[in-house]
């Protein structure tokens, strides 16, 4: 379900993308800039609405629908996925037969003579 809606909603961003980037600015003419664009009805000079203006309103209505049940279906997943009632598995230890060996320290911590303690005198 939400592969499809996924993909719905990759397909929507693109063509919602091309319809408004094939529209034409309402400010295009020249005329618009030098004040030209004051005598424009109340709808436009158009009329009141193009084809590209319908399947960019439908575009934005469909791209705002499946923004909010992705945002829903993301908000309310299941933590069971992640935590769950099931213990870790428990961790195996390695046994062997074999005893071990002794090692000798290294030479160069030998350790010190034991101290003597001086000849005691006759006083």
Same mark, same amino acid.
């Given at each position: 379900?939400?592969?499809?809606?996924?993909?719905?909603?990759?397909?929507?961003? @693109?063509?919602? @993308? /091309? @319809?408004?980037?094939?529209?034409?600015?309402?400010?295009?003419?020249?005329?618009?800039?030098? $004040? $030209? $664009?004051a005598s424009q009805t109340l709808?436009?000079?158009? $009329?009141?609405?193009?084809?590209?203006?319908?399947?960019?309103?439908?575009?934005?209505v469909v791209f705002m629908l499946?923004? /909010?049940?992705?945002?829903?279906?993301?908000?309310?997943?299941? !933590?069971?996925? /992640?935590?769950?009632? %099931? #213990? =870790? #598995?428990?961790?195996?230890?390695?046994? %062997? %037969? !074999?005893?071990?060996?002794?090692?000798?320290?290294?030479?160069?911590?030998?350790?010190? =003579? #034991? +101290?003597?303690? #001086? =000849?005691?005198?006759? +006083?």
């Amino acid at each position: 379900m939400s592969l499809l809606l996924v993909a719905v909603h990759v397909f929507v961003c @693109i063509a919602l @993308i /091309l @319809i408004v980037l094939l529209q034409t600015g309402k400010g295009a003419d020249m005329g618009a800039a030098f $004040g $030209g $664009g004051a005598s424009q009805t109340l709808f436009g000079t158009t $009329g009141a609405s193009t084809f590209l203006s319908k399947a960019t309103t439908a575009a934005a209505v469909v791209f705002m629908l499946t923004s /909010l049940m992705l945002a829903y279906m993301a908000g309310n997943r299941s !933590e069971g996925r /992640l935590l769950s009632d %099931t #213990p =870790p #598995p428990a961790v195996q230890t390695q046994t %062997t %037969t !074999e005893t071990p060996v002794a090692v000798p320290p290294p030479a160069d911590t030998v350790a010190p =003579p #034991p +101290e003597t303690q #001086p =000849p005691a005198t006759g +006083e």
